[in-house]
């Protein structure tokens, strides 16, 4: 039968069969482009099983460790988190057009190049295996010669006082990972954080182009001596794009940085991240997490000596008890476990409550706030080590603290433990102190403070040593001075000239001494007081003032 314009069925038919045909191949072209991403963990995974590589922690109980501290490339990239909250189209917007342009660009997982960054060459850093011993892979940087006259290059410029001429170096070697490190401390003391963030990140692009063909982010079995100063460059590399992280909201990323820090050498946990690792896991409200890593690691870890531990557990199962889809028996022991938990956290660690209540603006009850056991000889009785680990965890997770629901829950165990010692409970009295030291006032002062290194070992491991200088006129001040001077071109040590008289020599004392009180005190109110956006979120029931009753 032939149509008014000229067609029959049997063409009708045939163009009908080759477009479906024709749509059918570009859907699975389609699906099969957008699925690509997500096969590459599962890809990934399935090699390294393959290499007879396992996903196990050395030194823990469990047989199945991956949910400890397992981490996924995925969740290294903040975009991952950021679509969560805001939806794929308000993150990348027309992205993908400009990135589909970029061409030769080698595909890593911690930092993407940007079109900004100058061309990369390979600035003389190698990754080399030492051994595989019990299942674990042993890795090292390595630095070439070309490499370590820069390095040498580099120290010349920070002894120089003068950031320009760091600045220089890093123009002609623009990926010279210590530069990189330097000058990103620079630009964050002037403020400029999304410079300090770049350099970082270049860093880390630095650093993951020279991995090692068996070094995996994921695995959990790749090990870094941090003893090695080419190793502790990595490592606070990683830290840092952590913390930036959380001031960009994305505290479920961070998380994942935190797990890589810890997952490089867990054994000797080098930059503390298990002082951290709770206050990330409960920001981003993974509960079962932080409680698996507890119940895995107490055993030979003895977390629950840790403050940040005995108050974060137990706050994890108050939060999961108050879930809505969770089974009432279930929310009963997650509730009693919880209730428990926080009244010997407050017998342990008396010395949280009040400064906990003091940034949450809350006014406690005259009968708690008067009583001997929280009262001031509370915080008096301290050592200087348990005071600081106490300030760390109230100035990160006071906010956490604030919530209505948590502040009642808080009241009622409080009273419960106030009843616990006024009626002599034998568990209440006496419990051994933590007998945890971080750092002394001493190790601080008098070891070398320098932002690409910032108190290394006492036992690190040197490769290689920088060659003396014959021409170096001899000084008199301290590696520290040398690095406030480094951050303060105006800052001046010596006064003026060598034949300055006895005042020019008090003024620079009394200089000195104020410029290092300064920044003594912003660092720690740095330390203490770190704040994190918070991201969004659909309730929010914080109040500016509260008080018991």
């Known amino acids: 039968v032939e149509k008014p314009d000229g067609t029959d069925d049997a063409g009708l038919e045939k163009n009908d069969n080759r477009d479906t045909e024709e749509n059918q191949q570009k859907e699975e072209e389609r699906a099969t482009k957008d699925g690509a991403d997500d096969d590459i963990d599962a890809l990934l995974e399935t090699i390294e099983q393959s290499n007879g590589v396992t996903v196990q922690n050395a030194g823990c109980g469990s047989s199945d460790n991956r949910s400890v501290i397992y981490v996924e490339h995925r969740n290294l990239n903040p975009e991952t988190e950021l679509k969560r909250y805001f939806g794929a189209r308000a993150v990348l917007g027309d992205q993908r057009p400009r990135q589909r342009q970029r061409q030769f660009h080698r595909s890593t997982w911690m930092a993407s190049p940007k079109d900004t960054w100058p061309r990369f060459s390979r600035p003389g850093i190698s990754m080399t295996l030492l051994q595989s011993k019990d299942g674990l892979q042993y890795f090292t940087f390595e630095h070439s010669r070309d490499y370590q006259q820069v390095q040498f290059k580099f120290l010349d410029a920070v002894e120089s006082m003068d950031p320009n001429n760091i600045v220089t170096l890093l123009q002609m070697n623009p990926y010279h990972i210590d530069s990189l490190l330097q000058l990103s401390d620079v630009c964050r003391i002037q403020e400029d954080q999304e410079m300090a963030r770049d350099l970082i ?76 690792i709770d206050f990330l896991t409960l920001r981003s409200r993974e509960y079962h997490s932080l409680l698996r890593l507890y119940q895995d690691w107490e055993e030979y870890r003895n977390l629950s000596q840790l403050p940040n531990f005995a108050f974060s557990v137990a706050l994890s199962h108050f939060h999961l008890s108050e879930q809505e889809d969770i089974d009432p028996e279930e929310s009963e022991k997650h509730r009693h476990k919880a209730d428990l938990m926080l009244q010997n956290a407050l017998i342990m660690f008396p010395g949280v409550l009040m400064p906990l209540l003091d940034l949450c603006t809350v006014q406690p009850d005259a009968a708690v706030s008067s ?4 009262g001031p000889k509370s915080q008096m009785g301290q050592s200087p080590a348990l005071a600081e680990l106490i300030g760390l965890y109230v100035g990160r997770t006071h906010t956490l603290w604030r919530e209505g629901g948590v502040m009642l829950w808080l009241e009622q165990c409080v009273k419960q433990v106030l009843h616990r010692v006024d009626t002599k409970d034998p568990l209440a009295f006496p419990l051994s102190v933590i007998s945890f030291f971080v750092l002394s006032p001493q190790d601080v002062t008098t070891q070398p403070v320098m932002g690409f290194d910032p108190l290394p070992p006492l036992d690190s491991v040197i490769s290689y040593s920088r060659p003396q200088r014959q021409n170096a006129r001899p000084s008199n001040e301290s590696t520290l001075s040398l690095f406030f001077r480094s ?27 104020q410029e290092v009180n300064r920044l003594m005190v912003a660092m720690r109110d740095m330390l203490a007081n770190i704040q994190f956006q918070e991201p969004p979120r ?7 003032e509260e008080e018991w009753d």
């Not at 009583?371 to 929280?374: I, L, S, T």
């Not at 951050?487 to 001494?513: I, S, Y």
């Open 201 to 276: 990140e270049r860093a880390l692009y630095s650093f993951e182009c020279a991995f090692h063909p068996l070094f995996s982010l994921t695995s959990g079995t790749c090990r870094l001596d941090y003893l090695r100063p080419e190793n502790r460059a990595f490592y606070l590399a990683v830290y840092k794009h952590m913390m930036f992280l959380e001031k960009r909201g994305c505290p479920r990323t961070a998380l994942e940085y935190c797990r890589l820090i810890l997952s490089l050498d867990p054994d000797s946990d080098p930059l503390c991240m298990l002082l951290l």
């Open 487 to 513: 951050l303060l071109p105006n800052f001046n040590l010596q006064g003026g000239p060598r034949q300055e008289d006895d005042m020019e020599v008090a003024r620079a004392g009394r200089e000195l001494n």
């Open 538 to 544: 659909e309730d929010n029931h914080d109040t500016d």
């Open 371 to 374: 009583h001997a056991f929280f």
